[in-house]
């Protein structure tokens, strides 16, 4: 039977986006609500404190006015901090995003790979103990970037960004002790396999990107499996924390993504 409740995705902003995608394309008639804490943004710059104080209370308010069937943090920071308190704090099911390490270190020939995240999320003990489970042959380099996560803030708002913005951030990870070597970088925010394309352009060598996306999505669709989904695609809507100049510029590609209509919580 036909069942209109949406999957509620979560973000910062807009890079949830890249969780979306890959989701959609698994479950093409899944009612959608997308929504971005854009009050609150950056999440990457906040400290733990604030992040674990706050996406509990807000997965909560969307929660109650959405009624979704599933909810998806589709944001690094928030889920390496906040997951455990949302998930003990919601009775329904939580996927949250990590860093994709283990992936990456199947992939590693030079048995060096790269961490990309925000500076909240680089720091954090769990990504540490997906390095040392997943990749204890292979040096793992991070480095937080919040320039980043403003770029693709951009560029999804259509304002174009140089290609020395992007050389700045690469560099920023390559340019480290053992970075000379790295042949795997993980895009560790769901902002930058949004502007993925515009790194590996700048990337001075050959640089595979890889990210959570394609994972999740799955781990998605096996959570609902057998559940009825409506015979056609519906409009998905796009709900942020506050609705100003900047959010409305994002209409056109929230669209692209089947996000139609844009409203404040």
Excluded at 6 to 23: C, K, M, Q, R, Y
Excluded at 80 to 109: N, Q, Y
Excluded at 125 to 141: E, G, K, N, Q, S
């Amino acid at each position: 039977m036909s069942d209109a409740r949406p999957i509620l995705f979560f973000d910062s902003g807009v890079g949830g986006l890249s969780v979306l995608a890959p989701t959609r394309a698994l479950l093409p008639t899944a009612p959608i609500v997308y929504a971005a804490d854009n009050a609150g943004f950056p999440y990457g710059t906040k400290t733990e404190v604030e992040i674990a104080a706050r996406v509990p209370a807000l997965l909560g308010r969307l929660v109650e006015r959405v009624r979704p069937r599933l909810v998806v943090i589709a944001c690094n920071t928030a889920s390496t901090i906040a997951l455990a308190a949302v998930r003990d704090g919601l009775d329904l099911p939580v996927v949250g995003t990590v860093p994709a390490i283990k992936p990456a270190a199947g992939m590693s020939v030079t048995r060096a790979i790269g961490v990309l995240g925000t500076e909240a999320t680089v720091r954090q003990p769990y990504v540490d103990d997906l390095a040392r489970r997943f990749a204890a042959d292979c040096t793992v380099v991070r480095h937080g970037s919040a320039a980043l996560v403003a770029l693709a803030e951009a560029e999804l708002a259509g304002e174009r960004q140089p290609d020395a913005a992007y050389a700045e951030v690469l560099a920023g990870l390559l340019g480290q002790p053992g970075g000379e070597v790295i042949d795997v970088v993980v895009n560790a925010c769901t902002h930058f396999p949004l502007v993925a394309d515009r790194l590996a352009a700048v990337a001075p060598r050959p640089l595979t990107f890889v990210d959570g996306g394609p994972g999740i999505a799955r781990r998605i669709a096996f959570l609902t499996e057998g559940q009825g989904w409506p015979d056609a695609p519906v409009p998905g809507r796009a709900i942020f924390t506050r609705l100003d100049e900047h959010a409305r510029a994002l209409a056109p590609a929230l669209a692209r993504y089947g996000l139609e209509t844009i409203e404040a919580l």
